[in-house]
């Protein structure tokens, strides 16, 4: 009787990338909102910068957990139900769906192990800085 | 005064179709949710197979919900609703409604006596694993 | 593969009952209203008399589903309830659940076929209204 | 940059666990809801037996979710609360949260893999069922 092996992202190391999309931000200009869930959705660590839109608390966190729950980047999204005018009328009422960019897993091996939302930027911004926590990631793998 | 004939799905049956349409997603090498409602669109059996999309469980109980509530498969709702501006504005906010397919109304001599939902593969695919567990009602249909 | 064989309250006799709860309530000089759901819980008839609270339109009808959705008038819950601490402190948050009188299931052969509730009066009265509309099953078990 | 090793229940163990609930259930003579969700409480399997009632299509789903978002049996929380007034007023409140029997976690070596929660019967019952389908779990320890 199978029992499945995950890995999931720890304290540490979501704590490690919200500092490094904090940063790209700074970098930026702009204040934004930047969380991080894991495998299973659910919150691992979340910072609000300072004058950074109320209104993309949520949004940051509705892209993380689009990310995990069907394992691909928020802006692979559009493309994907641009072809399928049921799909485009339909699924983007699906609770906590997020269509536009800014939401990532992050993957180890092949695996999703969490996800991060970036929101309070423009789409362009709001993914270099996940973009920039993500490569946290290649210091694990190098271990 | 009269009192309506109702067949309605077993747990059984409900069970069966499952198998089938796991049979169909391990076939096609995509992980799926599957979901059985009866015809009052309370839930019979549910299952998920390994690494099948989080973001589907949801969709998959929606869309057999939705192939109760209105007796039509849930790919026929698209084409209904194209031809109405209002309607495909307005009508996608319904509760629970799902407009894309992977929906199906189970039907025995005519009657609706319960609901599949499938969801986790492309809108084909999900389609395919109903239908391989739609095949399971003609058996019951020769007894 | 076996397939459930359902009665199901139609919407002649549902509607033949709320005349009967009106009669009922209007005999004790009370204002209510009346819901009839069906053995999945879906609203079949509903009827609120002039000047009956607007506070109990939902409760009549979450009287009437919780009949139906544990097979047992809402004036048993209670009883049922009291003698353990953690289901009277828990299972009261439970969504819809009524777990004060006026609900009762509609038996038909010992099946339930749908389920009503009154809510405008006391508890006492809006019992007494479910139990004049029920006596209407008599007339259809004679036939 | 430690990343988590997580044991996760598989479709496969959830529905073996599902079939020996239904089999208490069945020595038992009653009819059970039975849920399985994995250690994010996301659904992997579900059951309703004919005839369960609908009421607890949603408190099984609940029980397991409670059991593995803290990861202690429900019929815990009763005795954990009755000491705190404050806590027994207000926590009850939370979402989903259930404070009676019939939810346990899934555990291996340790660790919560997942949850199940049973719901239809008495609290004894229900946690009947619970402890058959959990005993699975031991066939998979001894491998």
Chains 1, 2, 3, 4 share one sequence.
Not at 38 to 62: C, E, K, T, Y
Not at 87 to 97: A, D, E, M, Y
């Amino acid at each position: 009787m199978s029992v499945l092996h995950k890995k999931v992202i720890s304290n540490e190391l979501a704590e490690k990338m919200i500092m490094k999309a904090k940063e790209k931000a700074e970098e930026l200009n702009i204040a934004v909102n930047i969380a991080i869930v894991d495998n299973g959705g659910h919150l691992v660590a979340f910072s609000r910068m300072d004058d950074a839109p109320i209104l993309s608390i949520d949004i940051s966190q509705n892209k993380a957990y689009t990310a995990i729950a069907f394992g691909i980047p928020t802006h692979e999204w559009y493309p994907l139900i641009d072809k399928s005018p049921a799909l485009k009328t339909g699924i983007v009422h699906t609770s906590r769906l997020v269509v536009f960019g800014g939401g990532y897993p992050i993957k180890l091996d092949g695996q999703v192990i969490g996800g991060i939302g970036v929101s309070g930027g423009s789409e362009e911004e709001d993914r270099l800085c996940c973009e920039a926590a993500l490569k946290v990631l290649n210091h694990v793998l190098q271990k």
